[in-house]
């Protein structure tokens, strides 16, 4: 039963609005889009039917951050069969999780949309059998959506290569318009869509003039006297985040800047103390707080105007999301919307760039297709690499051209079995035109065997898979194929296409302009912009309906915290401060031994409510909102102990001074794991551990891997 895996993994009582009825289209096995608010538990809507599935789950995330805090949630909840793929990963850890799919051990997989460009992992996925294939943030797949992402246009083509298995696609912030292009894009069939409720109460909204750039400062400080933090100030640029972070500085207010400039271990660190209410305020651009649920931000600030309502909506949204009040701020000033619409013209891609990247696409191909790696493809056309996607999709818009799986450069080969009886005809081909020894690219490959490099690609995977050869890939290409020529008739549809899309940015920005203007309700536009007919007016949350007029006066200057937010917090409600910061020792402890952020072991919210209520029982401890019984279960008798004034015992499942230290090389694992699918006559699966076991291990690694594939025992091999 849904609510079961709801109480036991996640520690809630029962669900929030839409979710039940979400989850009962997925184990249906209807195709099924659920849009719901920011903060309104859209995850729980693909966890719950991926722990109820035998069948493993896929779900396309384009955060990184999302991914990689869910999984170590769910750890934490004893569920050992989700991970993640994605760039932060090292190699080791890469190939780790590829090998634990390709034997089954994964049941919820995380990945970013551009890994399923690439073939041979989408088969490894067919192989593996996927039960529900989860699209997250999918307005990124609609040109009119606030954050298109290219790469989500190819999601219908994995869908289809994976055997169509049902398909849910979630969302915050999709416009009647944005949910009629996520249905059509993502060729869902006959859907079930659940829309709840964009009205968040508990938010209050608020527009302040800031005619000029000094009055910000103020406004914002403004703000957090008012509304005590912690908090999140968003700037357009990495500048004014460092700029502004060290003005609040200067005025007594813990603040830390948050940007792409900063390397990854430092903004992890911001993150972290920004969860564990450390630090009272962040200053960031948009992207920090995508996916990471902290329950208690008690306002977001807008230092300048968003590009368009759905993603205010969104960012504005990662405030209260406890239910209590929360304050979303937007100063305005026109000069910033002035700056906005030059960035977008700045920013839109002319006609003239995508006539030169088909010139150089059409120089670069080959019998009609071009294969080259895919970092060469911003390069071929002297173009920004962020526009690449853009350029692409307008040319394959216009039918000129098509893209499909990024494929394998070469493969290192060694033929085992003449006998093709069993292949299909284009199969045999391949395996025909195959080296019996030695490297071939795959275009070649191609080429020698008269098919396209998409076939030459699979039918080497379904030959490794067969155990006819042993391949070892190397290097990856993109495959676009040439379909049309750059005419008249061709020129005219990509311009009209680039105009639609600049005139939809403005268009968004004008809709934010007229928000921030109104004189009437300004929770009800918000509400109309989504389809959504509550109504609320007057709604008693914005500053139109509370009678405010113009920008708030800034009184005295506001309190200079003494004392870190998590004491201060502690301080109410009835929490035991004393048991509070034992608690967080103890967490923070865990986390340094797990090698996690403090907050994926319990959030701040889970250790007051323990240091108010004092369970005293496993049973007790799980009905705690949020905790769980499996981890109730798992750090019951510490956390137990805490509470009782005792120093609790160290769990040795985690007590790092009782790990057993590695001698052998580590490529030696992998070579081991290769060795046993080898045996298996499981050829293909074998072949990423002998690439891995190469890549570690160097000369000693190689003499040992031609042993094995020679056939020759080898008591460091089998053992």
Not at 11 to 26: L, T, Y
Not at 163 to 185: E, F, Y
Not at 616 to 640: D, Q
Not at 643 to 669: C, K, L, M, Q, T
Request: hydrophobic letters at 40%; glycine letters at 8%; proline letters at 6%.
């Amino acid at each position: 039963m849904p609510v079961r895996v709801l109480k036991e993994v996640f520690g809630f009582d029962s669900f929030r609005p839409g979710q039940e009825e979400v989850i009962r289209a997925v184990l249906d096995g209807r195709d099924t889009l659920a849009v719901m608010p920011t903060g309104g538990g859209k995850s729980l809507c693909y966890q719950v039917p991926a722990l109820m599935q035998e069948s493993l789950a896929v779900i396309v995330s384009p955060l990184i951050s999302l991914m990689k805090d869910q999984v170590d949630s769910l750890v934490q909840s004893s569920v050992t069969d989700a991970a993640a793929l994605h760039s932060g990963l090292s190699p080791e850890e890469r190939w780790e999780v590829e090998r634990r799919v390709r034997t089954g051990e994964v049941k919820m997989l995380y990945v970013a949309p551009e890994r399923l460009r690439s073939l041979d992992f989408v088969l490894s996925l067919r192989r593996a059998g996927v039960g529900l294939f989860v699209v997250d943030e999918a307005h990124c797949i609609s040109e009119w959506g606030h954050n298109f992402r290219p790469d989500y246009l190819f999601l219908p083509r994995v869908v289809k290569d994976l055997g169509n298995p049902p398909v849910l696609a979630l969302t915050a912030t999709a416009t009647p318009r944005v949910r009629a292009d996520i249905l059509s894009s993502l060729r869902m069939r006959s859907p079930e869509v659940v829309v709840t409720s964009f009205n968040r109460p508990n938010l209050t909204y608020r527009v302040l003039e800031a005619k000029k750039k000094e009055r910000k400062l103020p406004l914002i400080l403004d703000t957090i006297r008012r509304t005590p933090p912690p908090g999140i100030v968003y700037a357009t640029t990495r500048k004014e985040c460092e700029e502004l972070a060290a003005s609040l500085r200067r005025t007594g207010v813990d603040a830390v800047a948050y940007h792409a400039g900063m390397g990854a271990q430092e903004r992890s660190e911001v993150q972290e103390r920004f969860m564990t209410d450390e630090v009272s305020v962040v200053v960031a651009t948009v992207a920090f707080g995508m996916g990471v649920d902290k329950p208690n931000v008690r306002f977001v600030v807008h230092s300048s105007v968003p590009g368009s309502l759905p993603a205010y909506l969104q960012e504005s949204g990662r405030a209260g999301r406890d239910g209590e009040p929360a304050e979303c701020v937007m100063l305005y000033r026109g000069q910033d919307a002035g700056r906005r619409k030059r960035l977008i013209s700045l920013n839109a891609a002319g006609e003239d760039n995508v006539a030169r990247f088909f010139r150089a696409l059409s120089e670069a191909g080959g019998d009609g297709r071009v294969n080259v790696p895919p970092g060469a493809l911003a390069a071929l056309g002297s173009i920004e690499p962020d526009t690449t996607g853009i350029l692409l999709g307008s040319l394959e818009g216009a039918g000129l051209i098509s893209r499909g799986y990024d494929l394998w450069a070469e493969v290192e080969v060694r033929r085992l079995e003449e006998e093709t009886s069993g292949l299909p005809e284009k199969a045999a081909a391949v395996h025909a035109a195959l080296p019996g020894d030695g490297a071939v690219s795959i275009p070649e490959l191609a080429r020698r065997a008269g098919v396209s490099p998409a076939v030459a690609q699979g039918a080497v995977y379904r030959i490794a898979a067969d155990g006819l050869a042993e391949i070892v890939p190397r290097g990856s290409l993109v495959d676009v194929r040439l379909r049309g020529d750059l005419d008249a008739r061709s020129q005219y549809s990509i311009a009209s296409r680039l105009k639609n899309l600049t005139r939809a940015a403005y268009d968004q920005l004008r809709d934010v302009e007229a928000y921030a203007g109104l004189k009437t309700c300004r929770r009800e536009c918000l509400l109309r912009h989504f389809g959504d007919a509550e109504d609320v007016a007057p709604c008693g949350g914005c500053d139109v309906c509370l009678g405010e007029t113009g920008p708030a006066a800034t009184r005295e200057s506001p309190a200079h915290p003494e004392a870190p937010a998590a004491a201060a917090s502690a301080s109410s409600n009835g929490v035991d401060a004393e048991l509070f910061e034992r608690l967080r020792s103890w967490r923070a402890e865990q986390a340094r031994q797990q090698k996690v952020p403090a907050y994926v072991v319990l959030h701040n919210s889970h250790l007051e409510e323990i240091a108010a209520r004092k369970p005293r029982s496993a049973h007790e401890l799980g009905s705690i909102k949020g905790v769980g019984l499996r981890r109730a279960a798992r750090y019951g008798e510490e956390i137990l102990a805490l509470v009782r004034g005792e120093a609790p015992e160290p769990d040795s499942a985690y007590d790092s001074s009782e790990r057993p230290v590695e001698e052998e090389p580590v490529y030696r694992a992998h070579l081991g794991t290769a060795a046993r699918l080898l045996g298996a006559g499981r050829g293909a699966e074998a072949v990423p551990e002998l690439a891995r076991a190469l890549e570690l291990g160097g000369a000693e690694a190689e003499r040992e891997v031609n042993e094995l594939l020679a056939g020759v025992p080898t008591g460091r091999v089998n053992g």
